[in-house]
């Protein structure tokens, strides 16, 4: 089997590449295609993340295991695509080079058969220029249910602290 993905670069501009590949390639396939379809060496750190349907964040699948013992997180190099992704679970999340936080959405659009002489991966179509920097991240946390406080939450009385008194510290003299 084949599987179509789309890959679209998380910004405002429409830049994305739909690229195919079989699905039995492992996740470092599909990374070395992302990253040669978008033009990135290829030489930075990555992750996939199974995703749901509203784009949330889910398991981690690494390029390299960077956990604290061996063994404890999936890697791309022993991960099959037809093992994380089929037509019910067609989202996933790659992010390229920690650094900048290059992310993209990464959905399944169709599954068709191998092609006689066709090569895989193949970068079927191409959409938009890759920006010179990666797209600024604005990370938001959720309001915590039931939570009426203003802004100031954590200066609550319950720790008799008040913001404006850290306004005035220096970080050079409080520094431990």
Do not use: C
Request: glycine share 6%; charged share 35%.
């Amino acid at each position: 089997m084949v599987y179509r993905f789309r890959i679209i670069l998380d910004t405002e501009e429409d830049v994305f590449r739909d690229i195919e590949i079989e699905a039995s390639a492992t996740l470092e396939d599909f990374h070395n295609a992302i990253t040669q379809s978008f033009g990135f060496d290829g030489q930075e750190m990555a992750s996939f993340y199974t995703s749901n349907e509203f784009w949330e964040e889910e398991e981690e699948i690494s390029l390299f295991d960077v956990s604290d013992e061996p063994g404890g997180i999936r890697v791309m190099g022993d991960t099959y695509l037809e093992d994380v992704v089929d037509k019910d679970n067609t989202r996933l999340l790659y992010v390229y080079d920690f650094l900048n936080m290059w992310t993209f959405m990464v959905e399944l659009a169709d599954i068709g058969e191998v092609e006689t002489g066709r090569i895989y991966p193949n970068l079927m179509y191409s959409q938009g220029e890759i920006p010179a920097e990666a797209p600024e991240k604005e990370f938001i946390s959720e309001p915590i249910e039931g939570d009426d406080d203003d802004d100031d939450d954590f200066f609550d009385d319950d720790y008799d602290l008040d913001p404006e008194d850290y306004d005035s510290l220096d970080f050079d003299e409080n520094w431990n």
